[in-house]
């Protein structure tokens, strides 16, 4: 069960959230003026990647809202969250964990 | 190829089994294959197997960036069954319960195929009118499947608790009989030893790193973490990594790799004679011939590499498995793990040709691709061979997306009122 | 009577409280504080247990949770069995069972045990190269034989009735173990105020200290320190102390799961407490101080009863006070064993020999035993030992040439040096490193905030392991690390040094004909490893998984680095470079019960209930499960069966009036200045022109331009809708229609709010309907002009405010009576009675299906399923053309969503009016082709119309309304049946009823 | 024109009604009903709606997350950064009617839900262990504060959770999940006397 910082309600377990799935995939201004293969990757592709990954989570079972993570996927620690129409932060590449979630690191 | 049996091991144990000669070879890589597979798992070892079987292809490298086997295969709850919804899918899983059926003999390698019946149990009447349909379905796709009211679902399995006033009685189930298990390592071991002995190369500890494309757009081998290797056909099977795979050939794939975890019970003597499947509740269950209860659970909710999950997943389907099973509620835990699967949107999978050409992709088998593993490598296989697919996998291709084909099984069985 | 083999002093146990069990059927004594190994030891008793494969008699190894063979069935009846238990770690209580297990008919004589004469047959892996032949015989014939054999204790037989609890926690530092290090640290920890958790999985705290004689630290003896340590803890409010809990997973971002034993070591519990207590911790920092685990050797015939860890014999003699044999021969690779030796000697074991694989033992403690006339032979290595049931002696032989010599023995102690526990710092993904000096695996790279201290990350000396604990308490707790962090202990104990041996130990055997045992429960033997590499399994996860090593209930835990130095030496490879396999919760075995918790029987998932429920439970209705909701189904009478009810309830609505609990739709109040606009962009409907107090059915889609959900949706005023939803898709719709407005549209001023339980709704259906509210309604005109059918008005009914819908899902003059949730009862009755005069009928679910399905209304969910678009199920008219963009408007223009060959929605009558068709059947055109035959569509939903007068179906036909007129076939496992395809509407179809 | 017929006034009934009244008595964790009351909805983004709501209710609107304010018998929830609960006695149409007359022209959004959930307490020495066999959250004085409120889990329900004294929580839960999440309770606190 992660530990997940909701922008507005700060650190809470993950029971409360819900996962939303890759962030910043906007939906066309206009669908219907979208051709069939774009169309088709904004329904469906996604870069499921391998390492720091923005993605969506909605605070289901607290404030309600959805926000932003950056997320190592190899290690399944958060290095940022941020709310809905921030722009993506620079974070670095590789995950030590936030503030709230450890990483002693080498010792 | 060594042969086993009764005789030959009967044989060794005189000479001490100094006579075992390795199951698989462990070549160097050759600097150019007719075909590279990316993946050891089952389904890349049964590709390997079928292309030099079937098409006469031997000059084949399947390439792992692990231990063969040490994917999915080597770490699912091994339930196999054909009685999926879609005339499309029961074909596809239906051609690799036939090929269970004689694996054993055929690669010589006892794989445990132990067709002791799946009972899928339904808990609301949403549930037996969607079973009933799959039972209609099966019925004149020529593939086993029966409904089984709760107290014959309780004869056959007899630990199976069917009290009316449970949270989520049981009231019914659909069975395949045909439906069972086998031992996931015997199935990569067993196709690893058989492609080997066809000249097949297997390279464990070899990642791939890069897919590498000509001027004109076609691939020309893999960059590895041993070196470069040079093909003109590419088949991806590397199942949780297969979004990492493609993206090095420039193809975004409709995927996401999720965590989904499994556990055993300590071993015990026998008492669980089938596999019972939940979906209503989230509980997978059968008894290994080890003794262990092997159980599965649920994906986590968010996409991952890391082959573990959270602790709520293992303990929701803990609670249902003492819910349905209350006399195994002082069993214990033995072990509990993740693998990574890829999911694609309709939950069914892609055994495919690419846009990139040379490339194809076996993939999106999600939580339930074991059972595939004989048939999948097998028309894949057909694929990349004639660079077309079989008729059993024409209807799983990428573009189905796109195009709203959707092959749905999991929204078929979604429920709503 | 007191126990033969119980020391006459010394020990933890409480000799004025003697406690009786019975093994096997006999009965012993043994005290409060034994364990049942040490129980057993005390009163003689070795042979404990039959192992896995061969069924070779098997005693008590070790002292602690490692145990991998003395396992024991424990229960005084069937719901309190449990399987599979170490002896080592199960405390006795007056009156306890136990079993051995895996034997018939007894231990002493089991008949699987020609298993191990067969054992040359029986390589590891032999099951994959035979019992092939002929085709089926696997599952008929020999896995049945294979699963008999298999297995250890068995499974209970009746359902466990014990309670278990789960808790959440929070600390700052959550220290696990407390040997000296835990409680170093959590002593430093604690100090500082912050919030500590300690847990042990042992009955009692002091780890290793519990059984120390002679160590000293700062002026008092162990056990003194130890309980002064404990009295300090005790009486800080800001420490919570858990013994006999065991820290089984570490989970990401520090949620470490501990499993409380609550009531197992007490006689009689109340029922009050839980049986055991799952806790989660969330630490801030964690501190692991597992400690080590001796390792054994892995030498010929090292497994039968009598041979035991040199360090668990020293338990059992100092902490219980009880003596393992009578002559001892030691086996060693490290200077620990000497250390049980004298102590075993002082409690009077005579110690025939300390066979010694160093070639030149030295160190005080080595002196001591020479001194203290122990006979000590360097460079000696046991070449096998000899007895059935118990060791009877052990030949010794030198490493190196020399002859050998049996040495007479009822005990045989080994100590191949130490393991540190890596358990738990693996699971949390920290990486290991091989020490080189230390020849160990010991923690490197943290990757949560954790840090491992003690023996677990190798650190022995008694003085540096407290003053590690210390540190690292002090650190976590994050207050102060520079000015406290440097205690110094002051210890007075025996110097060890840390060496040891790893794989196996050489003898001058045939290697191929004996049986050295690394994995003692699993039965594997070097051999089986060795046979492993030689075929190829290179990999130690491959060794592993062919030969099963470390995969027993103990999980390697004593068996792992000897199978790694084999595998390593096989393969000419170095111990690092082969690599360990990969740790797993959970630590040891955990309860299933356990993690389910409280989630049992009716709190397994939550019940939702209508506030009609108890109304239509108290009338005898039959319920079902719509997602966790309950539903009333149907309400039978004087012995209807389901469709008499059904039946009589349908005539009801159709010829006067029913009364159905529709509380269960979900409801969603849309409001703000842009509502009609964010009800545009979210149904195909156009709701622009909608006016306030109308009503509209409205389709919503997925993105992907498939059917999501359905409902009638009031406008309450311009800026205000009333949305309803299915019950099973309410929160999905909400979700859906969240994650829209605030991730697309932000822009929008529009809020979404809940109110499905807000309302009870009751719907009022059939030609008496009006005249049944109607003297309970205030301030609504009920009439046909004022009211017509698709309006809402907002009232009084009963004296308490109303929504009231006039809306018909079942073709009929009908209501819908929203009130305030509290009040539903009471405004159901006031209905239900009013309708008394004109038969007032209250129906159910499966009522309501039918009504619908006459009428040609789907049910998303049963006609469709995930997979139709708005024009497959005949909802084409509900898509807004004109409108520029919905959600799902761009994928239904895909040329795929628009084939005439869709599978569509018709009507489907069978030539014989009383034949039902089965829901879920399938839709041939012709019933004779060979299988697998080409479905054209399926039933999707069928009934008896006891209006209609004849069975009706509605089914999903490709290019199903081009086929109207057709005949098709439905094929049954009794014959196929013809179908004729036909609008899918067969009661009132001009739909005049309605406007009644 | 037809009758009006003569009933007795519908009387309300709460889904815990029954349980509450048969709750044994344990003084470690004391559960107790809350009385019926007005919840209304209050949803908005605009300074100056919020500010004309926290006036016309009379209560100011916490803007800190996940806190309440109350005074004269009625407190002000913060659900949300654009969302409050706002909790009162009396009749919820009146108090809708005096808000909505006060925003008018102003965005928002306000729905009355007072009969969408039920509250009740939960009092004593153990309070905070006995909502943790189910609440995953740190019920510390120090991380959920007197004056605290959130939405969060009770095992498989939501509930709104809030700290009102030291030793006292209010539990509001969603009507149909309330005799879950009281049975619940019920069962951890049975080890406590
Ligand atoms: C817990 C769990 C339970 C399951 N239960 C069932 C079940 O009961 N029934 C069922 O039918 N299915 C089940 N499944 C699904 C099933 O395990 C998989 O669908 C199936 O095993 C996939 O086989 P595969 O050969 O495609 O993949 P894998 O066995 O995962 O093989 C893919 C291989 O590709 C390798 N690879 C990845 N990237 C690279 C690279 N860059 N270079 C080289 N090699 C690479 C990986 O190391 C891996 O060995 C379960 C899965 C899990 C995780
Ligand atoms: N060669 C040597 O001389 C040598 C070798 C090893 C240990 N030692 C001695 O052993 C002691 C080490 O002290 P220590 O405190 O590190 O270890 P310890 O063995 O004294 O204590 C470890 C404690 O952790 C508990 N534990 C382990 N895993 C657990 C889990 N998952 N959950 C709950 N409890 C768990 C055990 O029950 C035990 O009580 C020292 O006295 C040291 O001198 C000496
Ligand atoms: C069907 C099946 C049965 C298993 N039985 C056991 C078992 O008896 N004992 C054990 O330790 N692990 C068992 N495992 C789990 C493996 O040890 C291992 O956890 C799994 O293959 C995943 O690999 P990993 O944990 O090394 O990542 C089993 C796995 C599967 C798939
Ligand atoms: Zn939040």
Redesign the pocket.
Known sequence: MLLITCPYCGPRPELEFRYAGEAHIARPEDPSGVEADPWGEFLYNRTNARGPYAERWRHFHGCGRFFNAIRDTTTDFFLATYKVGEPRPDVPARAVASASTGGAGER | MQKFSGLSLFAKAFSSHKGWEPQWRSPEPKAAYDVVIVGAGGHGLATAYYLAKEHGITNVAVIEKGWLGGGNTGRNTTIIRSNYLFEESAALYDHAVKLWEGLSRDLNYNVMYSPRGVLMLAHNVHDVQSFKRHVHANRIAGVDNEWLSAEECKAFCPPLNIAPGMRYPVLGGALQRRGGTARHDAVAWGYARAASARGVDIIQNCEVTAIRRGPDGAVQGVETSRGFIGAPKIGVVAAGNTSVVMAMAGVRMPLESYPLQALVSEPIKPVFPCVVMSNTIHAYISQSDKGELVIGAGTDAYTSYTQRGGLHIATHTLDAICELFPQFRRMRMLRNWGGIVDVTPDRSPILAKTPVAGLYVNCGWGTGGFKATPGSGNVFAHTIARDEPHPINAPFTIERFRDGVLIDEAAAAAVAH | MSAEFRLPVGGRIDRAKPVRFTFDGKSYEGFAGDTLASALIANGVHLVGRSFKYHRPRGILTA??EEPNALVGVGRDEAHYTPNLRATQVEITDGMVAESQNRWPSLAFDVGAVNDGLGRFLPAGFYYKTFMWPAGAWAKFYEPVIRRAAGLGRAPQAADTDRYTQRYAHCEVLV?????????AALAASETGVRVIL????AE??????H?RD?VIDGRD?EAWVAEAVATLCSRENVRLLTR????GYYPHNLVG?AERVTDHLAAPGSDLPRERLWQVRAREVV???????RPLVFPENDRPGVMMA?AARIYANRFGAKPGNRAVVFTA???AY?AALDLKAAGVEIAAIADLRPDPTGAVVERARADGIRVLPGTSVQGTSGRLRIRSASLGAVVGGATETVPCDLLLMSG??T??L??FSQSRGKMAWDEALEAYVPSVSVERERS?????G????A???A??HAAGVAAAGKGASDGAARRFTVD??????S?HRGITPHRRDASRVKAFVDFQNDVTAKDVKLATQEGFRSIEHVKRYTTTGMATDQGRTSNINALAIVSDALGKSVPEVGLTTFRPP??PTTFALFAGQARGELFDPVRTTPIHDWAAEHGAVFEDVGIWKRARYFPEGGEDMHEAVARECRAVRESVGIFDGSTLGKIEVVGRDAAEFMNRMYTNAWAKLEPGRLRYGVMLREDGFVMDDGVVGRMAPDRFHVTTTTGGAPRVLNHMEDYLQTEWPDLEVWLTSTTEQWAVIAVQGPKARQVLEPLVEGIDLSREAMPHMSVRTGHICGVPTRLFRVSFTGELGFEVNVPANYGRAVWDAIFAAGQPHGITPYGTETMHVLRAEKGYIIVGQETDGTNTPDDVGLGWAVGKAKRDFVGKRSLARPQMQRPDRKQMVGLLTSDPATVLEEGAQIVADPNAPLPMKALGHVTSSYASSVVGRSIAIGMVAGGRGRIGETLHVPMPGGAIAVDVVEPVFFDKEGERIHG | MVETVAFPPARPIGPLDQRASHARARPAVRMALVPPGVRLSFRARDEAAIARAAEGFGVALPREACRFSSGGGRAALWLGPDEWMLLASGDPDTLFATLEGALTDLPHSLVDVSHRSVAFTVEGPEAAAVLNAGCPLDLSLQAFPVGMCTRTVLAKSEIVLRRTVETRFVVDAWRSFAAYVWQFLEEARREFL
């Open positions: 602690g949770s696990v173990g407390a040997g000296p290090a835990g409680l170093a847990c042990d999985e042992q705290f002091g780890g290793s200290l519990l120390e160590t162990a809990t065991t820290a089984f501990l692991i101080a597992a400690g080590s685990i001796e360090e490290s200077d620990s250390r040096g130490f540190p526990t358990s738990l201290v003690g023996a677990c990350r650190i022995y000396g008694l540096e392991v407290l590690d604990g104990a025996e110097e060890l040094g840390h040891g630590y040891t």
